[in-house]
């Protein structure tokens, strides 16, 4: 099968604890997707690896890639700035890669503006009583963190109808194949199928 010449960026947002770090492990077991590693000032938590979860950049080395033109997008989240490298995005989508850029709403606004053929995707949660059980759950925040995590990720959902598409996660076997359904439709509007219709009229 001929690949696409270009492959598709991919937003997906969601509140902390709706399972986008569960669907996505799933989801990049296919290495037709590549994973876009943000740049951030928070500093690492317990586990983190640097140019794996994040690029960890002092303030300064981040307000220069801003100023380079090195950021595709990049906000302010939480008192630390938050980013994603222009460079490998591109490089990977030219490649043919379908390239996954998890970010917060804000950031995801910028893409809309700059890159229209993008698709946005927005996991929530079944229920807000949900969310906070699998926060409990998980273990990795303290009861006064993941409150504060609750109320804003009912912010945050406000925003969810800004997205292209909505993923509840409720069955989780569910919102992966539904992920990958919304991909599979992507890949197959026209306009991402130009070379294979070229393919098709060969010699015709
Ligand atoms: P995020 O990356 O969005 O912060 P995680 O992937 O870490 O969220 O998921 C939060 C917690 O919820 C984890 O403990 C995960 O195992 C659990 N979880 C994820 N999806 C489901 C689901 N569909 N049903 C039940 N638990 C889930
Ligand atoms: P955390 O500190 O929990 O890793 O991330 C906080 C928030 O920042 C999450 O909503 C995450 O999706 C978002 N985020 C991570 N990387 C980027 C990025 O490159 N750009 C933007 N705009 N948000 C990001």
């Known amino acids: 099968m001929k690949m696409m010449d270009k492959g598709i960026l991919i937003v997906v947002s969601a509140p902390s604890g709706c399972g986008k770090g569960t669907i996505l492990a799933e989801i990049l077991k296919d290495e037709k997707f590549f994973y876009s590693v943000s740049a951030t000032t928070r500093s690492p938590r317990p586990g983190e690896t640097d140019g794996v979860n994040y690029h960890f950049l002092k303030k300064e080395q981040f307000e220069e ?50 890159c229209p053929d993008a698709v946005f995707i927005f996991i929530a949660p ?50 992966i194949e539904d992920f990958r359904t919304v991909v599979r439709a992507e890949e197959l509007k026209s306009v991402n199928q130009k070379n294979i219709i070229d393919e098709v009229l060969k010699n015709a």
């Not at 801003?66 to 490298?85: K, R």
């Not at 009912?154 to 989780?172: G, W």
């Open 65 to 114: 890639l801003i100023a380079s033109g090195g950021m595709l997008e990049y906000a302010q989240y939480c008192d630390n700035y938050y980013g994603t490298p222009r460079e490998k995005v591109m490089e990977k989508l030219a490649e043919g890669k379908h390239v996954i850029l998890e970010i917060e709403v804000q950031g995801a606004m910028q893409i809309r503006e700059k």
């Open 126 to 175: 079944p229920s807000v009583e949900e969310l906070r059980n699998r926060l409990s759950g998980r273990g990795t925040e303290t009861a006064d963190v993941i409150e504060k995590r609750v109320s804003e990720a009912a912010h945050e959902i406000s925003f969810a109808d800004r997205y292209d598409y909505v993923i509840v996660n409720d069955r989780l076997e569910d919102a």
